[in-house]
Nanobody, 124 residues
Framework: QVQLVESGGGLVQAGGSLRLSCAASGRTFSIYGMGWFRQAPGKEREFVASITLSGGRTDYGDSVKGRFTSSRDNAKNTMYLQMNSLKPEDTAVYYC?????????????????WGQGTQVTVSS
């Protein structure tokens, strides 16, 4: 089993920044790719970012490209999401997830383990 815990969410004004963290524990050796998803009230879960095991490859959803950056510190078993130039439409619960697959993952069914989520609210 892998446990994932997100932190760093909160309330921020439009144009501001937040950094989310995702700490992994348990069978961390089984974690390869990791990703971030978000879900706003009344909407489907949306892909935000994906990062490979080494951190050498990343990709982002169209709505966050150029504003969000994903990174990971494998020595600390932690993944990060730096969110800049936040917009009210970024308001959502943000989830991190892990997979045993190599490469980037864009669909939630590609991920095996999920965190409980952290709320991000961007005020206008």
């Amino acid at each position: 089993q892998v446990q994932l815990v997100e932190s760093g969410g909160g309330l921020v004004q439009a144009g501001g920044s937040l950094r989310l963290s995702c700490a992994a524990s348990g069978r961390t050796f089984s974690i390869y790719g990791m990703g971030w998803f978000r879900q706003a009230p009344g909407k489907e879960r949306e892909f935000v970012a994906s990062i490979t095991l080494s951190g050498g490859r990343t990709d982002y959803g169209d709505s966050v490209k150029g504003r969000f950056t994903s990174s990971r510190d494998n020595a600390k078993n932690t993944m990060y999401l730096q969110m800049n130039s936040l917009k009210p439409e970024d308001t959502a619960v943000y989830y991190c997830a892990s997979t045993t697959a190599y490469g980037l993952g864009y669909r939630d069914n590609e991920y095996s383990y999920w965190g409980q989520g952290t709320q991000v609210t961007v005020s206008s």
